[in-house]
């Protein structure tokens, strides 16, 4: 396990507000959704033995929920988080030991954590299960059988399974047995928009469920339909409707609105957000206070520029300062989003070459005017 800490050398940033904390001095224009006294959106969800204080969880994204990006969605309310996606193999073999064990890299804070794989066949999934016991790390093992990529489906991996859910569903029952860990399963509906393609997702949700999964989240996409269109949140209804198990929807989450539209309109456990809360980790408090109050503060500049660089700060700490740099040059990008001179904010971000250039991006566009 490795121990990461973040010092902020940068004065004026704002220290970032727990989910529940008071809101002070509060901007004139908030968000204010019609929402009923009945709407209990944000509450407590089990997933087997692990009892999670709310239904918001961080979804695994390749590249980019690593340790530095887990503790930010924390912070902001996430309940949940799970590790980037990887192969049994990622986890074994050489690619772990050239990045210097990050990918299982986490901290006392770090948790509840799911250790999400992505297996293909018994033998190496056994085998990353068992490190993943030795190393302590894990709170659950989550098997993706959802990833649509051309790379992950083309080698029978991910989405692929929905077209035989026969060979997904021993997998489960593997994971179960040994890991002796929650084992959450994630899924799309179907590998294509089929009415048969469609039934054998369900058919794959269910015998994973009778397999031993604690919980099952759905992409409200098709395999084919990748991440194109409207996710159809019809289906999280029904399979949340009919699975004895939590079922957490994801797809089309990018707003605290998405969100609690999603929650409200299937009735589904919880919510998995992916990429609506890259570059923007603050989207869980304000789904939190959207629930509570009806209402929820736009983040601050500072609290915007506070985010970037901590985000920042412990990808040094994990990564050293030259890959740190690299990546958050790579991210950071996405901290613009809604910034007076964003396109101008994303090339200096993307040509930073040094902690003082990345500060003097923060004072340039990441301050108030005036």
Request: hydrophobic fraction near 45%.
């Amino acid at each position: 396990v490795i121990a990461v800490s973040f010092v902020i050398r940068v004065s004026g940033f704002v220290i970032l507000r727990p989910p529940g904390a008071a809101l002070a001095a509060a901007p004139s224009t908030c968000y204010s959704p019609v929402m009923s006294d009945e709407d209990h959106l944000i509450h407590p969800v089990a997933l087997g033995p692990l009892a999670l204080g709310r239904n918001l969880v961080l979804a695994a994204m390749h590249n980019r929920t690593h340790l530095a990006f887990r503790l930010l969605a924390r912070r902001f309310g996430a309940a949940l988080a799970h590790t980037e996606m990887a192969t049994p193999e990622d986890l074994l073999g050489a690619y772990v030991r050239r990045k210097g064990g990050d990918l299982l890299a986490s901290t006392p804070e770090d948790r509840p954590l799911a250790v999400q794989i992505l297996p293909e066949t018994a033998g190496p999934l056994a085998e990353a299960i068992a490190l993943v016991r030795e190393r302590g790390v894990a709170d659950a093992i989550d098997l993706n059988f959802a990833c649509p990529s051309k790379r992950v489906a083309g080698s029978g991996r991910g989405a692929s399974v929905l077209q035989e859910p026969e060979k997904a569903v021993p997998l489960v029952e593997l994971a179960v047995r040994t890991s002796r860990l929650p084992v959450t399963v994630k899924l799309r509906y179907g590998w294509t928009d089929s009415a048969d393609h469609r039934e054998r997702g369900l058919e794959l949700a269910r015998g994973a469920v009778a397999a031993g999964a604690a919980a099952v989240t759905l992409h409200a996409r098709s395999a084919k339909q990748a991440y194109h269109g409207m996710a159809d949140w019809r289906v999280i209804r029904e399979w949340a409707e009919l699975l004895p198990v939590p079922v957490f929807g994801s797809g089309d989450l990018r707003t605290p609105e998405a969100v609690a539209a999603m929650l409200r309109e299937t009735r589904c456990a919880g919510a998995s957000l992916a990429r609506g809360a890259v570059g923007a980790p603050w989207i869980f408090r304000q789904v939190i206070e959207l629930a509570q109050t009806g209402t929820y503060v736009p983040v601050t500049l500072e609290e915007r520029a506070g985010a970037f660089m901590q985000h920042y700060e412990g990808l040094v700490a994990q990564h050293g300062p030259g890959v740190g740099l690299r990546m958050i040059c790579q991210i950071g990008r996405m901290y613009t989003r809604g910034l007076r001179g964003a396109a101008a904010a994303r090339v200096a971000i993307q040509e930073a070459r040094s902690r003082e250039d990345l500060e003097r991006v923060v004072d340039r566009w990441f301050k108030p005017e005036g």
